[in-house]
């Protein structure tokens, strides 16, 4: 079974989609657990998700049944797969087929999990009704926006996922109850103003001035002391004008990543930049505009999810690490946290294992079997 999801991960890594595009992903995930699962498959559009019905009826056999949900999402980095990926033991290749798209975030082994699951839950059954959600563009914060709506329709009580992270000793679960990873949005500010000829500035309105000025002070909003928690302003680009040494720029933009422990200081902070970005360009005369991308709650753990994948990490003699802090990055994941109970969870890659996001990653194959072993058990706690 392992060595089946293996190979499936490593074809997953070959046609590498970025999200909102996971056609190929998606199709050969559904034909994948048609195929080898008794599961039934639901076909979303976008997404797809796998249904197992223990068959028990609790509303005349007295027997009390959840509707228990994973989750795994599908979509890849707008990154070049650097080198020759091969499997060990067969040398089968598997680099990705899609120039500058790339598994370097481990999707791939994510969705393989789950799949690993689905033949675990056709071989050994489980007491409770599982959906398998297989879910698009987690990387943009859409796709949880659209799949979390199958938690009213199923009657979805709790909802696992798992991501791998380095850092841990390999097949360690890694777990916090309450926030464990930020939240963040992505806001780009435009000025625009008046181009003139760069002898004559006066007869324009040139926005490089003001965008400077907010940038600088926009970093200084997000050391303030008047929120919950820690907030973060990242700037991570300036743009106007170009080398044109004869044209000063009528318009120009900058865009900023904030980042925060909860979703409200993530917006009172939001709130703060704008009004500052307004009150600069004011003052220089500009006309300025907002735009959001990339937005993302913060995941918060539910403290008895958290407790069920303790327990069964536990029973199966994983090690467990107790995360003192929220990491810094994001997941839409915590938009199915906010309408049942929930826990993200990570699963040790290694401590020396390269960090996701980067050339050198690869999703670990020795951790498919503990998220799959680890979430079949946790069905029935």
Same mark, same amino acid.
């Given at each position: ?53 223990? &068959? @028990?009826?609790? +509303? ?8 228990? /949900?994973? #989750?795994?999402?599908? !979509?890849? *980095? ?125 007869? &324009? @309105?040139?926005? +490089? ?8 002070? /926009?970093? #200084?909003?997000?050391? !303030?002391? *008047? ?155």
């Amino acid at each position: 079974m392992i060595e089946s999801a293996i190979k499936l991960r490593h074809e997953l890594h070959k046609c590498a989609e970025l999200s909102g595009h996971e056609a190929k992903t998606k199709e050969l995930l559904m034909a994948a657990i048609r195929s080898d699962t008794k599961l039934e498959v639901r076909d979303r559009g976008s997404w797809f998700y796998a249904y197992y019905d223990c &068959g @028990a009826d609790d +509303a005349t056999g007295g027997v009390t049944v959840r509707n228990i /949900a994973f #989750r795994a999402d599908m !979509d890849a *980095l707008p990154m070049d797969d650097i080198g020759d990926l091969k499997d060990p033991c067969t040398g089968y290749g598997y680099s990705s087929e899609t120039a500058g798209v790339s598994h370097r975030c481990g999707h791939d082994g994510h969705c393989a999990a789950l799949y690993a699951l689905a033949r675990l839950l056709s071989e050994r059954g489980a007491s409770n009704n599982v959906c398998l959600i297989f879910q698009h563009a987690e990387e943009t914060g859409a796709g949880a926006r659209e799949c979390a709506k199958l938690i009213d329709e199923k009657k979805i009580e709790e909802i696992y996922a798992f991501h791998n992270w380095s850092g841990f000793d390999e097949g360690s679960v890694v777990l916090r109850e309450g926030t464990i990873m930020c939240a963040s949005e992505g806001l780009r500010i435009t000025m625009k103003g008046k181009a003139s000829h760069a002898s004559r500035p006066e007869d &324009g @309105a040139n926005p +490089a001035e003001a965008l400077a000025q907010l940038a600088a002070k /926009a970093g #200084r909003l997000g050391r !303030d002391e *008047l929120f919950h928690g820690r907030v973060m302003v990242t700037i991570v680009g300036i743009n106007t004008g170009g080398r044109n040494f004869g044209m000063a720029p009528g318009e120009g933009e900058v865009d900023i990543t904030l980042r925060a422990r909860c979703e409200e200081d993530m917006l009172a902070l939001e709130r703060e930049i704008i009004a500052c970005a307004e009150e600069i360009a004011c003052e220089s005369d500009l006309e300025v505009y907002f735009e959001k991308e990339d937005v993302f709650p913060e995941t918060a753990n539910a403290a008895d999810a958290v407790a069920k994948v303790r327990a069964s990490a536990e029973k199966l003699g994983l090690k467990v690490c107790e995360l003192e802090n929220p990491v810094r990055s994001s997941e839409d994941f915590g938009r199915y946290c906010k309408k049942c109970s929930g826990a993200m969870i990570f699963i040790g890659n290694g401590k020396s294992w390269p960090q996701i996001h980067t050339t050198e990653y690869d999703f670990n194959d020795r951790i498919l079997g503990t998220a799959a072993e680890l979430f079949h058990t946790v069905i029935s706690v």
